[in-house]
């Protein structure tokens, strides 16, 4: 491994940078960090770039980077300074990589998961997860919602993002398109709708969750076939958004299968 001891040095200068989405958009690169997500990065496909690890942790992962190095990555041994530098967490895991963007085409599947402006990094990851868990085929995100590449957001979806498609652009336009194509659109509402009562319905689904505040937008409630709640026994006014994308998740399609 080859050493680097400055915050100038180019290679950490632009895998700092992939902290900025736009800088993402740009070099086409997303960061990932720690040994379990970087693995689950290759196996899925993604090619891995520059990789630092942290020399006080060097020892650790020395089989770990020469693994790296046969993956085609230039791996780097550093100050640990460098990998806080570049990381966004006040503990890093010792090891970074800058990966290729996933590049994901092709039709949308028969169940998407979309987000409303869902602006939480931990709510949009989760629910990325949980899409991947329950079968759905794709993840829309819509403008005003957290950077789906982001750190915070990968660390929620714990190696999903690499495997379940993500599309990002302006939602009513997206969701009209499903529409025309025969999907049925089910967003979550407060004067929806209790789940339980939902008619039946098709095979081609698009589950909208909306902004933790205000909810599905009217541009894209008013696309809605079907608008659905959850139902609140206690004193709660609403659910965490990511709890209500994973219940409703189920209850229309796995749990519908099993019945």
């Known amino acids: 491994m080859r050493e680097i001891s400055s915050n100038q040095n180019p290679i950490v200068k632009g895998m700092r940078a992939l902290r900025d989405g736009r800088a993402r958009a740009e070099q086409g690169r ?46 780097y041994l550093v100050p640990e300074r460098l990998i806080e530098a570049v990381s966004d967490t006040k503990s890093p895991q010792g090891v970074v990589a800058a990966f290729s963007m996933p590049v994901f085409a092709g039709e949308a599947g028969e169940k998407v998961i979309a987000l409303d402006a869902v602006q939480d990094p931990g709510n949009v990851g989760t629910i990325w997860r949980t899409a991947d868990a329950a079968g759905f085929s794709t993840l829309y995100v819509g403008e005003g919602s957290a950077d789906p590449f982001s750190l915070k957001v990968q660390r929620s979806a714990m190696g999903s993002a690499f495997r379940l498609p993500v599309r990002m652009g302006n939602l009513a336009a997206m969701l009209a398109t499903l529409k025309a194509k025969g999907y049925q659109i089910v967003a979550g509402a407060l004067d929806g709708m209790e789940f339980r ?14 902004n933790e505040a205000r909810g599905v937008s009217p541009e894209v409630l008013a696309l809605a076939d079907v608008r659905l709640r959850l139902p609140m026994r206690g004193g709660a006014e609403s659910l965490n958004a990511a709890v209500a994308a994973g219940i409703l998740m189920y209850a229309l399609t796995v749990l519908r299968e099993e019945e």
Do not use: H, Y
């Not at 090619?47 to 006080?56: C, H, R």
């Open 30 to 75: 997303l960061l990932v960090e720690g040994e379990k997500m970087i693995r689950e990065a290759v196996s899925c496909g993604l090619t891995p770039f520059d990789a630092l690890v942290s020399a006080p942790k060097g020892e650790k992962f020395a089989l770990f980077a020469a693994w790296l190095e046969e993956q085609g990555s230039n791996v």
């Open 197 to 210: 009562a939902c008619p039946p319905l098709g095979r081609r689904l698009a589950v909208v969750i909306g």
